[in-house]
């Protein structure tokens, strides 16, 4: 058996002709730059997020460096945000010229702690951004207080989070603006690079469509920095025919889950632990994220057995080579540095077999079974005890 982190082939077929309709379309028109593609979608995924704007760009990563530059963060500025996350959250950051100031991580999330925000401000500090890590929303009512107070910008990095929801409050409606990427492995993909920032503040937008554009406004007059970073019209034209079909995928990406989850703990839970939706989230499992002992021995193992796994994140942002000069040291953020060591995500897409969830949650057990490690041996046997001693401290 030959099990893959996504296949996104199912999908693609089940839409072909309606992709190509639309594909046509566009192309016959001539109209590929900011056409009616990338209007309408602005539209629906800013009304879906219950947002005023949407500001269609390049990629998730742009997303993020625009929407800091139109909430003017800049040179000589400090946000603050998590270093367990994709590079691209702290290489914004930086891009825009700020310095990246990394907190801690929340061990049963795997999001920023709120509790060790406050302590990061200085007279620098001008943004936050959390970022909804895997599906799940970070805590944005106590990150939202603790801005408000220190009049911080919040700006939501909801890269693997479209669709979420926080105590029925959706992406993108808390914070001053959220981004999105539409790169082809996120929940919505598109058939190459695609991003959004998503805000109700006007004036945000309105910098957001200009920096886009090179900072031209009005046409090659350029009283701002800005760039080449738009939505491509055919790659909008591709997520205006997926876009329906998200709440249904987010769905079966939700029942997946807890498959994987209910069959993990009948013989594992002692040993595992599979990830937590906290109370009053809708978590839409961009990643299905376990924490483990012996991590990267799994790892080799599944994938003798065929089944593909992926660490994210292996190395934290805190301490890759290219941010050195911000003086971080391994120890000094110990939740994230943890999860490095410990998380493991196994095989999630919404086409997803029931057979291949059984065969991998079959070999995940066999793994540990062999090493006398499992919910019947914790009765006192040497093994069990040092499973749980290297299983996660977490409530
Ligand atoms: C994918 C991702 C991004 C970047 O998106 P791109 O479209 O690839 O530029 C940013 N942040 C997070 C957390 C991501 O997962």
Same mark, same amino acid.
């Not at 937008?205 to 900072?215: D, F, P, W």
């Not at 290219?322 to 120890?331: A, I, T």
């Given at each position: 058996m030959k099990i893959q982190m996504l296949d996104l082939s199912e999908q693609y077929q089940s839409m072909r002709e309606e992709v190509f309709h639309k594909l046509d379309e566009v192309m016959s028109?001539?109209?590929?730059?900011?056409?009616?593609?990338?209007k309408q979608l602005e539209s629906d995924i800013a009304k879906?997020?219950?947002?005023?704007?949407?500001?269609?760009?390049?990629?998730?990563?742009?997303?993020?460096?625009?929407?800091?530059?139109?909430?003017?963060? $800049?040179?000589?500025?400090?946000?603050?945000?998590?270093?367990?996350?994709?590079?691209?959250?702290?290489?914004?950051?930086a891009r825009a010229g700020a310095k990246p100031v990394y907190v801690d991580i929340d061990p049963v999330t795997f999001n920023i702690d709120p509790s060790k925000i406050e302590a990061?401000?200085?007279?620098?500090?001008?943004?936050v951004i959390p970022v909804h890590l895997y599906g799940q929303m970070a805590d944005m009512d106590k990150i939202k207080e603790i801005a408000d107070k220190h009049q911080l910008a919040v700006i939501e990095d909801a890269a693997q989070a479209i669709g979420a929801k926080y105590n029925g409050r959706n992406v993108g409606e808390l914070g001053t603006a959220a981004t999105y990427s539409f790169f082809p492995t996120k929940n919505l993909g598109a058939y190459g690079d695609g991003g959004m920032v998503v805000?109700?503040?006007?004036?945000?937008?309105?910098?957001?469509?200009?920096?886009?554009?090179?900072?031209?406004?009005?046409?090659?007059?350029?009283?701002?920095?800005g760039y080449n970073s738009r939505l491509d019209e055919l790659q909008a034209a591709i997520l205006n025919v997926k876009f329906p079909h998200l709440d249904k995928w987010s769905e079966a990406r939700r029942e997946r889950a807890a498959y994987y989850t209910e069959k993990l703990n009948e013989k594992l839970s002692n040993v595992i632990q599979t990830p937590i939706e906290k109370e009053g989230n809708y978590h839409v499992f961009h990643q299905y994220?376990?924490?483990?002992?012996?991590?990267?021995?799994?790892?080799?193992?599944?994938?003798?057995?065929?089944? =593909?796994?992926?660490? &994210? &994140?292996?190395?934290?942002?805190?301490?890759?080579? %290219?941010?050195?000069?911000?003086? &971080?040291?391994? $120890?000094?953020?110990?939740?994230?540095e943890k999860a490095?060591?410990? =998380?493991?995500?196994?095989?999630? &897409?919404?086409?997803?077999?029931?057979?291949?969830?059984?065969?991998? %949650?079959?070999?995940?057990?066999?793994?540990?079974?062999i090493r006398g490690i499992g919910n019947e041996n914790l009765n006192g046997s040497r093994n069990a005890s040092a499973a749980r001693e290297s299983s996660p401290s977490i409530a």
């Open positions: 028109s001539s109209r590929f730059i900011l056409g009616d593609n990338v879906y997020s219950n947002a005023a704007y949407g500001v269609g760009v390049g990629n998730g990563s742009d997303a993020i460096h625009i929407a800091l530059q139109a909430a003017g963060v $800049g040179e000589g500025d400090e946000v603050i945000t998590t270093a367990f996350t994709f590079f691209a959250t702290g290489g914004a950051v990061a401000i200085t007279p620098k500090t001008k943004a805000t109700s503040d006007q004036d945000l937008a309105e910098k957001a469509r200009v920096i886009r554009v090179h900072g031209s406004k009005p046409k090659y007059y350029h009283h701002v920095l994220t376990l924490r483990v002992p012996n991590r990267d021995e799994l790892q080799s193992f599944l994938k003798e057995q065929g089944i =593909a796994t992926m660490i &994210y &994140y292996p190395t934290p942002l805190h301490v890759q080579p %290219v941010f050195k000069d911000l003086g &971080y040291q391994e $120890g000094d953020l110990p939740e994230t490095a060591k410990e =998380a493991i995500s196994l095989p999630m &897409y919404p086409e997803l077999k029931k057979e291949d969830q059984d065969y991998a %949650v079959e070999k995940i057990i066999e793994f540990y079974h």
